[in-house]
């Protein structure tokens, strides 16, 4: 992955068009003294901005990212091309052994998403494990795809198959291949729609979602979600509690949506009235592995105070979230990089140090790959007291900023 920080890119799409200064904070709702702090690496733009800042700039927010279109060029783990052949690959059975059965295929799903959520190594602990799984299921499913008698089995193959596409949605944003997140997103919706399964329905329109959201589609976000909102509660019982907790996960994409757009108010309502009473009738669980619960509302809520610049009332917030009973390290980690942004606002380095810190113990490979965690690292390695400027140069090496 290519070492630019944001800053400098922002600052290279900016000066590429001839677009001064203030004609681009003001588009992007923010003051001159800001956008230049950002473009000289002093501040770390939070998502929302950035995607504001995409949209002024007309260039996508990978852009000024620098995610990268292909996996050579990340830092992360070289298995995107391996994972692509796999999804693409048209042999109708496995060559070299028998076929898997659905419970094992099930089983090993669902080990998957287990280590992804509660591994500290996930990226290297699960990179292994998915082109096999995905061509296991892949196979399975058109295997019985030509079966007479097998209409119940293809329907559990449909939902095994859909809850590995709804995994890979995510692992592979993370790994840096966004190119195939809608690939798998599109066929995850394919299979929850074949196995005739609400649920699962309203999950593959909530990664759909999260897709839009990243390329700052934050409309088209909202419709699909508050769409499968008003499917969700035709299709299954007022009193069912996984309808309650997807219900609630897709309010907070919803919310999320709201508050790209700048309408932070909405996103408030949303989560107090929406979000905030389904997680008190779900409870702190993870359908469908979605982490729904009322500490992931909370920091939802911490979130949307930072992103409106209300850094006081986020800190409040985070005071309360119960960030031990998040399902997921992966919701941890990005708690306490929420928090460290937060203090980054505030212009409280060793807060912002201590809570990179708190990431790095539940997330260290999230640390290292994610891009906005990078730029706040830099940020400290240039502003840092002598106190504890070799503290930030061990965390850089860490993450491999500064040569060991």
């Known amino acids: 992955m290519s070492e630019i920080p944001v800053g400098e890119r922002v600052q290279f799409y900016r000066k590429a068009q001839k677009k001064k200064q203030a004609v681009v904070a003001g588009l992007a709702g923010i003051t001159e003294d800001y956008l230049s702090q950002i473009e000289r690496g002093l501040k770390t733009p939070a998502m929302p901005l950035l995607h504001r800042l995409a949209r002024v700039l007309n260039v996508p927010v990978s852009a000024l990212l620098g ?107 993370r790994i840096g291949r966004p190119d195939l997140s809608l690939l798998v997103a599109d066929r995850g919706m394919v299979a929850a729609e074949e196995a005739d399964d609400p649920l699962r329905v309203a999950v593959a329109k909530w990664n759909l979602g999260q897709i839009l959201l990243s390329q700052s589609e934050a409309e088209g976000a909202e419709e699909v979600t508050l769409y499968a909102i008003e499917s969700l509660r035709h299709d299954l019982p007022s009193d069912s509690h996984a309808r309650a907790a997807m219900e609630g996960a897709l309010w907070l994409v919803a919310t999320v949506a709201a508050a790209r757009r700048g309408d932070f108010w909405t996103a408030r309502d949303r989560l107090r009235e929406h979000a905030l009473p389904a997680a008190r009738r779900s409870g702190d669980g993870n359908v469908l592995w979605t982490v729904f619960g009322v500490p992931n509302v909370g920091l939802h809520a911490v979130s949307v105070e930072v992103e409106a610049g209300e850094t006081t009332e986020a800190l409040r917030l985070a005071d309360d979230v119960a960030v031990s009973r998040l399902a997921s390290l992966e919701r941890r980690t990005t708690f306490a990089l929420e928090v460290a942004r937060c203090y980054e606002q505030r212009r409280d380095d060793a807060a912002v140090f201590l809570h990179l810190l708190t990431a790095e113990v539940s997330g260290p490979e999230d640390l290292k790959y994610n891009v906005l965690a990078r730029d706040l690292i830099r940020g400290l390695l240039k502003r840092a007291r002598p106190t504890y400027a070799p503290q930030v140069q061990d965390l850089a090496r860490r993450v491999g900023l500064l040569a060991g």
């Open 67 to 173: 995610e990268p279109a292909f996996e050579e060029e990340s830092v992360v783990h070289p298995v995107g091309r391996i994972l692509q052949r796999a999804l693409t690959s048209t042999a109708p059975t496995l060559s070299d052994r028998p076929l898997p059965d659905l419970v094992e295929l099930r089983e090993r799903v669902n080990a998957l998403w287990t280590l992804w959520q509660t591994s500290p190594t996930r990226f290297t602990d699960a990179a292994p494990l998915v082109p096999p799984l995905v061509r296991d299921v892949q196979c399975v499913a058109r295997a019985l795809r030509s079966a007479s008698d097998a209409a119940a089995m293809r329907r559990d193959a449909h939902r095994v198959s859909a809850d590995l596409y709804f995994f890979l949605r995510t692992f592979t944003k």
